[in-house]
């Protein structure tokens, strides 16, 4: 081909295919994690320990076994404040 897009047989788009690619063109709806009852316990340990040190947090092997990330432990925190100030 060319470059040139398929326009159907008879020069028309399908229905179906103008639906596809307008569903396509939507993209998908994004949906917001929520914290589970044990991530928020885990959350609430750190933050009595170590307060906002988030550096310290990710350094506690204890406590971080999975070793996440000051950053990522910082917007866990943070959705979990919010969370709790409902």
């Known amino acids: 081909m060319n470059g040139e897009e398929f326009a159907g047989f008879d020069g028309q788009k399908n229905e179906i295919v103008r639906q596809l690619e307008e569903q396509a063109s939507m993209g998908a709806e994004k949906k917001e994690r929520k914290q589970s009852e044990r991530e928020r316990e885990w959350i609430e340990r750190l933050v009595a320990k170590y307060g906002e040190d988030y550096q310290r947090m990710a350094r506690d092997m204890r406590l971080n076994p999975m070793q996440q990330t000051a ?15 409902l």
């Open 71 to 85: 950053a990522d432990i910082g917007k866990r925190v943070g959705k979990w404040k919010a969370s709790v100030d």
